[in-house]
């Protein structure tokens, strides 16, 4: 039995989310199909992170075990012949299997997302799905500041959602990154791992500093009340996207920064 890790992108407009669903309208439903169909055999795929309806993936992870033999290149392009446009598998890469080998999830060592906000009077058909809306204009020089009190090891509780079954609210955020191009603001967080709904939520509150309903230290004393009610709805799942997951370098997977296409690296 061989362990195979593979790195995706989707769109994730169209689909109800990354975990397998009666209605089978999931990444997770449509990966296992083409895998089925191309390893002649059923297969159960782990992610490093579950995706809610309409987000979308630069680098989702995945494993799964499997007794078939192909080349690496031809997971990569046998599994796309599967898959519909809105999917792709990027890479493959054979890793160790068994209680001691590689696991998409709790290998991973951390996590980045991305979150796409459209700034600008007038909504966009071209951006509809792909970024969040806000039509008030935004400080992203703000929105910076207050993003900062939430680098280090923080209770995020103020950002949970009410259905998240994490056992602890406790993460390390590494690093927030508020940047703008034109009427675009991309919002680029790095953590160990993620609450439900916690990068949603910490955008919604973003934005409410950005337009002037609050002062970036607000954040601050959002992080230190732990309540939910206290902060900005949830954001739309449009704008944001699971950017990256690192692993540490003895799996051997591909490292290159994953990036939104349209946004420059400075």
């Given at each position: 039995m061989k362990r195979i890790?593979?790195?995706?992108?989707?769109?994730?407009?169209?689909w109800q989310g990354w975990q397998k669903q009666l209605h089978r309208q999931t990444v997770q439903d449509t990966?296992?199909?083409?895998?089925?169909?191309?390893?002649?055999h059923p297969v159960a795929t782990v992610c490093a992170g579950r995706t809610d309806s309409g987000v979308h993936a630069l680098g989702q992870v995945v494993h799964f075990d499997t007794e078939a033999r192909r080349e690496l290149f031809a997971w990569v392009r046998g599994l796309n012949a599967f898959l519909p446009p809105?999917?792709?598998v990027r890479w493959a890469a054979e890793v160790e299997a068994g209680e001691q080998g590689f696991h998409a999830r709790f290998s991973a060592t951390s996590r980045t997302y991305q979150y796409l906000i459209y700034n600008h009077a007038v909504r966009s058909p071209?951006?509809?799905?792909?970024?969040?809306?806000?039509?008030?204009?935004?400080?992203?020089?703000?929105?910076?500041?207050?993003?900062?009190?939430?680098v280090g090891v923080h209770d995020f509780s103020a950002f949970r959602a009410a259905e998240c079954q994490a056992a602890s609210p406790v993460r390390t955020m590494?690093?927030?990154?508020?940047?703008?191009?034109?009427?675009?603001i991309l919002v680029t967080l790095r953590a160990n791992?993620?609450?439900h709904h916690m990068v949603r939520n910490i955008v919604g509150s973003l934005i409410a500093v950005g337009n002037g309903t609050q002062r970036p230290e607000w954040m601050h004393e959002l992080l230190l009340s732990r309540h939910r009610d206290l902060a900005?709805?949830?954001?739309?799942?449009?704008?944001?996207?699971l950017a990256k997951v690192d692993y540490d370098a003895r799996w051997g997977l591909p490292q290159a920064d994953e990036a939104l296409p349209f946004f420059s690296a400075n």
């Open positions: 890790a593979l790195g995706l992108h989707y769109e994730g407009t169209s990966l296992e199909s083409a895998l089925a169909k191309f390893c002649q809105s999917v792709a071209l951006w509809h799905g792909r970024a969040g809306w806000a039509f008030r204009p935004l400080d992203e020089h703000a929105m910076a500041q207050a993003a900062q009190a939430l590494h690093a927030i990154q508020v940047r703008r191009q034109g009427d675009l791992a993620f609450l900005a709805p949830t954001f739309s799942p449009d704008g944001l996207y």
